[in-house]
Nanobody, 122 residues
Framework: QVQLVESGGGLVQAGGSLRLSCAAS????????MAWFRQAPAKEREFVAA????????YYADSVKDRFTIARDNARNTVSLQMNSLKPEDTGVYYC???????????????WGQGTQVTVSS
């Protein structure tokens, strides 16, 4: 059983930056593909970014490409999401997710964190 705990959310003005972190425990972290999803009020949860087990491959939603960067540290069992040039439409609860069978852009992940709120003011 893998436990995921997100941190780093908060309130930021448009154009600002935030860095989210996700700490994993209870499993072999390097064996899991990792991803970030987000859910805005009254909207469905959507894919944001993903990173392969070894960290060589990364994937991004078109809406965040060139603004967000996903990274992982397998020695520290953490995955991060650096978010720059934030926009009000980036507001939502951000979730970390882990998948045994690598990464995918759909929601077919095995483990989820509880989420961290990101609010971008205009």
């Amino acid at each position: 059983q893998v436990q995921l705990v997100e941190s780093g959310g908060g309130l930021v003005q448009a154009g600002g930056s935030l860095r989210l972190s996700c700490a994993a425990s209870g499993g072999a972290f390097s064996a899991y593909g990792m991803a970030w999803f987000r859910q805005a009020p009254a909207k469905e949860r959507e894919f944001v970014a993903a990173i392969s087990r070894g960290g060589r491959m990364t994937y991004y939603a078109d809406s965040v490409k060139d603004r967000f960067t996903i990274a992982r540290d397998n020695a520290r069992n953490t995955v991060s999401l650096q978010m720059n040039s934030l926009k009000p439409e980036d507001t939502g609860v951000y979730y970390c997710a882990a998948r045994r069978e690598g990464v995918t852009t759909n929601m077919n992940y095995d483990y989820w964190g509880q989420g961290t709120q990101v609010t971008v003011s205009s």
